[in-house]
């Protein structure tokens, strides 16, 4: 233990000089938990929830995304994790970040479970996405693709939680990804359903 707690120390010294030993604060531990939780979710789904329509991607993808989320990942935990890192000047901030961030983690589960039983399993059926029963799921009146709504409140709230830079731009590059998916959606949706809602828009509900 000792050893393990030795080798830990040097690498916390290697990235940080500056470390003086201090234990993680509220926010930073909060903040791990949220970003963790959320990868969990995703590969929970992937292997319950979704289905797919191809069952590969493209090997160049790999290497693309993988660079994407380990990049940003890096940048993130960094500024978040560092000794120097500022905490929200209120308390109430930190609430409101973890309120949203929640509710856009809730709110994309719930879509995702209702796109799950639009299609039945070993079918590639395709249906105008409705609301159901779940009042998260009343997004589906305003926008095609409401999942990638939720995913962007989301990142949008744990920006407010935690104040950095990489959070906001980790929001930013990854809202304007979803939304370029939600556009070729919701143009194929329109495509092929003549009687698809006129005044539903493809991800920011009323705009775009």
């Not at 926010?27 to 319950?48: D, M, P, S, W």
């Not at 009343?138 to 744990?158: D, H």
């Amino acid at each position: 233990k000792q050893w393990y707690q030795r080798r830990v120390r040097g690498t916390c010294d290697w990235v940080y000089p500056d470390n003086d030993g201090s234990a993680h604060n509220f926010v930073q531990n909060l903040a791990c938990a949220c970003y963790v939780g959320h990868y969990v979710k995703r590969i929970l789904e992937t292997i319950f929830i979704h289905r797919f329509s191809k069952a590969t991607m493209p090997i160049g993808n790999l290497f693309k995304n993988c660079t994407y989320y380990w990049g940003f990942s890096s940048f993130i935990s960094y500024f978040i994790n560092h000794p120097l890192y500022t905490l929200p000047s209120t308390d109430n901030q930190v609430y409101i970040g973890l309120s949203i961030f929640l509710l856009g983690e809730l709110g994309n589960l719930s879509t995702h479970l209702a796109f799950k039983n639009m299609r039945p399993a070993g079918t590639k059926t395709r249906v105008i996405p409705r609301p159901n029963g779940n009042p998260l799921c009343c997004l589906f009146n305003l926008v095609s693709c409401p999942n990638y709504t939720y995913e962007v409140l989301s990142w949008i709230g744990f920006t407010v939680l935690t104040q950095t830079f990489f959070a906001g731009l980790f929001a930013l590059v990854g809202g304007a990804q979803m939304l370029q998916w939600a556009l070729g959606k919701h143009r194929a949706y329109k495509k092929e359903f003549k009687d698809y809602p006129k005044n539903r828009k493809a991800m920011i509900p009323f705009i775009l």
